[in-house]
């Protein structure tokens, strides 16, 4: 008996350790699939061309894969639904903790969740037939299938994330500062401007690197929005291709084992470094926020 | 000010205060004379804590707060005659946590002045070297004004956050429970700046320990489930109370 306690005992604890584990091996062997089918792409164009190359003409002979106006593209749609996204993120986020009722509280964080929970795919379906007309006629553009528009979308689906992480990190800032404040004659507006943004930055900036990843990994939205013309941007008001976009569009039909199909995988470990980068450094900023 | 010798600094007159539905203090009216300590003594949930921050205004912030009846500083209504803000800086407030803000010393200190929009440099340093002598902290830091103010000691911290309050020259300073976490020497030391303190400022202290009260007390009130039982010369109440519940409190059987 006691020794089928000890085996069972045994077998639960290399099942956790198995389950533990199962998610960095999933990592690193999407990681190895993605380098080893992406590298082959340099056997065709070297890396400079690659990264740098103004044309993305993957099916001419021979394919020119010029990968700069995509990373442009992602860029500049990101760039946009920052600067959208993030200003009110954070306000929304010092209303909610700091400013509103408790009733208008409850209803608003559930607003936030419910706007996090909106498929993405559905937010691209009003993109197209309310946003896309709405900035063809308004601006007076020959299409409405713009940057702009994948920036707004973008910056619908990094709200939620910025709002929510933000408001945390705010609710976080020890009641006693901000009773301190006041009680050394600050108004309400001081106190948050002076006292509790102080306490809350690194929750803050890290919110909006997790906004920033979110973004830059979204898909289908800015695919249905954007336009999707691999032309190196000069405005927000003409169209644009992103990374992502470009994968979804173009995977099903490029000839697996081609220069095209390669490329495609190595545009994913260019958006994989990306990603990985902005969460490091979102994690950096929550670990400094935790630590002090 | 002058016609207003013999006058009372605050009056309270049928205070009230209901937190939702949790009634916090109950009809509760009594003066608070210039230069004395107010001792406010009382078990826990005795309402001693609301009154005092009813004082200064900072359960504003509270939801679902009520008050009724009224409290004057020098004759205005704090609710209805005076700007929070400048309540605050007339009425300042000691907690029973030190929370010096994650800066310099100096910093602490001439935050309330220079959020009232004081710059000048030397003025800035006339009001730190005073309000830190006054705290009886001066000795102790002159030298480090620009370290860290987190990094004192607890006792240090507490007379800091005195000093800061002293900054901005209040009439009329609140605490709440300042010697709680605090051993017996600085204890000694928060007690002694009180009692000097008192040559140019109205005190009033919240306290659990009936000790502390004893030694520094103008006048003591006592306080119970959110009513004022008494409110007398601090001898009398450790003497000859007229309320057997104040005498029960005291020495100790309840509370």
């Not at chain 1, 969740?113 to 909106?118: D, P, R, S, T, Y």
């Not at chain 1, 830059?216 to 695919?223: F, K, L, Q, R, Y």
């Not at chain 1, 039909?253 to 199909?261: I, L, M, N, T, W």
């Not at chain 2, 919240?206 to 030694?215: C, E, G, S």
């Amino acid at each position: 008996m006691a020794r089928f306690r000890k085996v069972k005992e045994f077998v639960i604890e290399k099942l956790i350790f198995a389950s533990g584990i199962a998610s960095i091996i999933f990592v690193a062997l999407i990681f190895i699939f993605l380098l080893r089918e992406g590298v082959s792409v340099f056997k065709t164009t070297s890396i400079g061309d690659f990264l740098g190359g103004r044309f993305w003409y993957p099916i001419s002979d021979p394919p020119k894969l010029g990968i700069l106006p995509l990373i442009l593209g992602s860029l500049l749609v990101t760039a946009g639904a920052i600067v959208l996204a993030v200003p009110l993120g954070i306000g929304a986020a010092f209303y909610i903790a700091d400013v509103a009722p408790v009733k208008i509280r409850h209803l608003l964080k559930s607003c936030v969740e419910v706007l996090a929970a909106i498929p993405s795919v559905v937010l691209g379906f009003l993109g197209i037939t309310l946003l896309v007309p709405f900035l063809k006629h308004t601006l007076g553009l020959p299409t409405g299938l713009t940057a702009l528009a994948g920036s707004i979308m973008l910056a619908f689906m990094a709200l939620p994330t910025i709002i929510s992480i933000s408001e945390d990190a705010i609710n976080a800032v020890p009641r006693e500062y901000k009773e301190g404040a006041l009680a050394l004659g600050a108004t309400h507006w001081q106190t948050l401007t002076r006292v509790i943004i102080h306490g809350a930055m690194p929750g803050i900036i890290a919110a909006s690197m997790l906004g920033i990843g979110r973004v830059i990994g979204e898909t289908m939205a800015v695919m249905m929005v954007t336009g999707n013309a691999a032309v190196i941007p000069t405005s927000l008001l003409q169209p644009v291709r992103t990374l992502t976009a470009t994968i979804a569009a173009e995977m099903g039909e490029a000839a697996k084992g081609s220069p095209h199909y390669f490329a495609l995988f190595a545009v994913g470990l260019v958006l994989f470094l990306i990603s990985f980068l902005i969460n490091l450094t979102a994690d950096l900023f929550l670990n400094r926020g935790k630590k002090r | 000010m002058n016609s207003r010798i013999g006058k009372a600094k605050i009056e309270v007159k049928n205070l009230t205060i209901h937190f939702g539905k949790v009634q916090a203090i109950h009809d509760v009216s009594l003066d608070i004379q210039p230069n004395e300590i107010l001792s406010i003594i009382g078990p826990a949930n005795s309402g001693k804590t609301s009154f005092l921050r009813s004082l200064n205004r900072l359960n504003d912030f509270e939801p679902r707060l009520r008050i009724n009846g009224s409290i004057k500083l020098d004759g205005l209504d704090i609710r209805n005659d005076i700007e929070a803000e400048d309540l605050r800086k007339r009425v300042g407030m000691i907690f029973a946590l030190p929370i010096p803000l994650p800066r310099s010393i100096y910093d602490n200190i001439t935050y309330g002045p220079r959020l009232a929009g004081l710059r000048d440099k030397t003025t800035l340093d006339r009001i730190v070297e005073e309000s830190l002598k006054a705290a009886y902290l001066w000795d102790e830091v002159k030298d480090r004004l620009r370290s860290s103010a987190q990094k004192l000691s607890g006792g240090q911290q507490q007379r800091l956050c005195i000093a800061r309050t002293l900054a901005l020259r209040p009439e009329v300073i609140l605490f709440d429970e300042p010697c709680s976490g605090l051993d017996p020497i600085s204890t000694a030391k928060v007690e002694e700046s009180m009692l000097e303190l008192r040559k140019s400022q109205t005190i009033v202290l919240v306290t659990n320990n009936t000790k502390q009260a004893a030694r520094v007390g103008t006048r003591t009130a006592f306080f119970l489930m959110g009513e004022l039982v008494e409110i007398d010369a601090t001898e009398k109440i450790f003497t000859a109370p007229r309320d057997p519940r104040t005498n029960d409190y005291i020495v100790g059987r309840f509370g």
